[in-house]
């Protein structure tokens, strides 16, 4: 970025610039308070916390969205992330019973089913197990459920914050299974959680195999409570409401259960009236999180876009940037690492004249999936669906810098 | 690892084993009160926090090692810590005039001295240059340095905390001086802090050109106040104290300023009584996380050793670990992603007999250096050194689990 390129008033040059050579050496300014004094030691902030400037950081729910405030869910603040790392304080979550306050000296795991040898095992006994850490995104497949039809909310928090993405450390759930032994024939397995929901899910023994953990450690330390602490499953690039939380039982079978979370819930209802079931992986997706409704552009001149792309395949190949509503496409910068079934930083140099324009980014994974359209999605799945919207987004960018959620037709 | 392979009680089975063939299931274990019950809502954890039974895991300090709380040093508990990302809630801190609350719409950073054109930035003038995100640790050369003649503090907190790994996200500094315009001749830069203790220190201009960047971000998020909140210098693989704080000035010049952090401090003090200054890079070192003087081993049986290594000249390629004090060695596991001057974790499954054992690990990193014995430094440096100790740490393990920490003659 040459300086030339920056609008007026985008950096500060609050000192002398002369034509050529060296400017003389401008006074410092003025010295706040907090440079003249002492400030506190370590002293009870032994477990740190973000400064009290940061306060609109926050988780946020939508009070009309759910029946009650005990099965909610709260979003991400995605307008504010930086990097591909949500920070667990404000990582979204999803619940269905509340979040339930679990001791970990006296939870347990049972394993039993179409197992040789069945197991009930202690926080202890799954530490000591050998360890596996990767950095992996959770989506609620609800994830812009809200923009189906037309909701159109007006911010970034609402239309894509059920997400987030973290370091997780925890066992293979292929060597506790390992453990058991796997009974001929069994090809499901069910995971239940602790909480008063007890909240199931089948999952495919193959998935379980491939990439799976049981998980009890989040970007460094142990879950948060409200992220299933202390143990909960990670099914890398699947539904979220799949990763069950606070997992007590794992019971292996040769066909699905069905369960509620499975039927009634998490399933795609079709234009015919029919629901797909069991569409379990998160596609290609992709958004611009600056600009965006709640961080608007400030002015004419030189901007970094920025965004985050996903695939729950693999991952993120390519991410093209479009100002003028998917006309034409400019590929962006993708920040390593690059890994797979985790989020991917993408940002596209800017330099915004100030006139009308319409933001968009597509997605491609390593598969060859491309992002598709909300036009295109609905083409295929009509209206009725809430589930697995990974629709191409649009941010109407105002001559004022205001950004609006839109969609094109 | 197999199940044979699990001592006895290693692994609860507390249901019936039938000699082949399926175990008839078991009954459940009773339900505890958190599964009969609703937990609450969002309620006020916009900002949520650990769960409270993971109240241990803090930072903490050492009373005795600095003369007043306002500039001290706080440790992270590397014992609790799972996998590379340390959570920004224990990441150490050391300080020289206690923590400043420094108001971001206020700060302002001043970039001077052998420059084309002086500029005064503004935090919203610094976020909207191109951003860059990387995962680096940040180690205080003094970490291991009460071990130089013989602390031996017995803990792995103390003796190896003051080092942490996040991902930072900022404005490559090469791009703001290209803003500035670099004055022909110029070859260093001083940075300085806005704290009360205006902790300066020079860095050679090839460096700040090459990774060094201006860091808002750590773990998603703004940085927290304790790591310089709203800006810092982040200069990856270089001495902790290198990383300044609460940054508000950068000079540039064609000489070093010799300041009081890179003479009296931060130096080196060799056996004949002279100093070597300006060692900047941390070497590869390693530290075996578990097990560790507070993460004993309970009984024989199969376990994973866990370890962290890391090196500022760039990626890991190797750890060996040895289980008798450094005679037999066997190359760990590193677990993937592998960063350049990030902390790497290593693995490798033991199964401890229970008798005595002297673990140590070794890290060799992409130049081919190789992490040294303690005895090693103290042969070149003798022991009035403080600084940049990156010896081999052994860990002795008694019979009875019990771990400590020992130093080979």
């Known amino acids: 970025m040459l300086r030339a390129s920056l609008g007026a008033g985008a950096v500060g040059l609050a000192v002398a610039m002369p034509e050529r050579g060296r400017a003389a050496d401008p006074s410092p300014p003025a010295e706040p308070d907090w440079s003249q004094s002492l400030g506190p030691g370590i002293g009870d902030r032994v477990y740190g916390h973000p400064s009290r400037f940061e306060?609109?950081?926050i988780r946020r729910d939508v009070p009309?969205?759910?029946?009650?405030?005990?099965?909610?869910v709260s979003f991400t603040p995605l307008q504010y992330q930086q990097g591909i790392i949500t920070p667990s304080g404000v990582f979204f979550e999803r619940?269905?019973?509340g979040r339930p306050t679990v001791d970990p000296a006296r939870h347990q795991l049972m394993i039993h089913g179409m197992v040789d040898r069945p197991l009930l095992l202690t926080m202890a006994d799954i530490h000591r197990f050998p360890s596996e850490s990767r950095i992996h995104f959770i989506e609620c497949p609800a994830n812009g459920g809200m923009e189906w039809r037309a909701a159109q909310l007006n911010s970034l928090q609402f239309t894509h914050g059920m997400i987030g993405c973290a370091e997780w450390t925890g066992v293979k759930l292929s060597t506790v299974l390992e453990e058991c032994g796997i009974a001929k024939g069994a090809s499901w397995v069910l995971a239940e959680g602790a909480d008063g929901a007890h909240m199931t899910r089948s999952i495919p023994l193959g998935k379980c195999l491939d990439d799976v953990l049981l998980a009890y450690g989040q970007n460094g330390e142990a879950l948060r409570p409200e992220q299933g602490y202390p143990l909960r499953l990670l099914v890398p690039g699947w539904q979220g409401n799949m990763n069950v939380k606070w997992i007590r039982r794992l019971q292996l079978g040769d066909a699905p259960w069905f369960t509620r979370e499975e039927t009634s819930k998490y399933t795609e209802l079709m234009k015919d009236g029919k629901a797909r079931g069991f569409t379990w992986p998160i596609y290609a997706k992709s958004v611009i999180t600056f600009p965006c409704p709640e961080m608007p552009a400030r002015?004419?001149?030189?901007?970094?876009?920025?965004?985050?792309?996903?695939?729950?395949?693999g991952r993120i190949n390519q991410v093209d940037v479009s100002l003028d509503g998917g006309i034409n496409w400019t590929r962006a910068r993708l920040q390593e690492p690059v890994l797979s079934k985790a989020l991917t930083k993408f940002t596209l140099e800017w330099r915004w004249d100030g006139r009308p324009a319409l933001l968009q980014s597509r997605a491609i994974d390593e598969t060859g999936f491309v992002q598709p359209t909300l036009?295109?999605?609905?083409?295929?799945?009509?209206?009725?669906?809430?589930?697995?919207?990974?629709?191409?987004?649009?941010?109407?960018?105002?001559?004022?810098?205001?950004?609006?959620?839109?969609?094109?037709?």
């Open 64 to 72: 009309w969205l759910t029946a009650n405030a005990e099965a909610s």
């Open 55 to 57: 306060a609109d950081v």
């Open 375 to 409: 036009a295109e999605l609905r083409q295929v799945r009509g209206t009725n669906s809430v589930y697995n919207n990974n629709s191409i987004q649009t941010w109407q960018v105002k001559p004022d810098g205001s950004v609006f959620n839109v969609q094109l037709a």
């Open 95 to 97: 619940y269905h019973a």
């Open 299 to 313: 002015g004419p001149g030189a901007y970094e876009i920025r965004g985050l792309a996903w695939s729950g395949l």
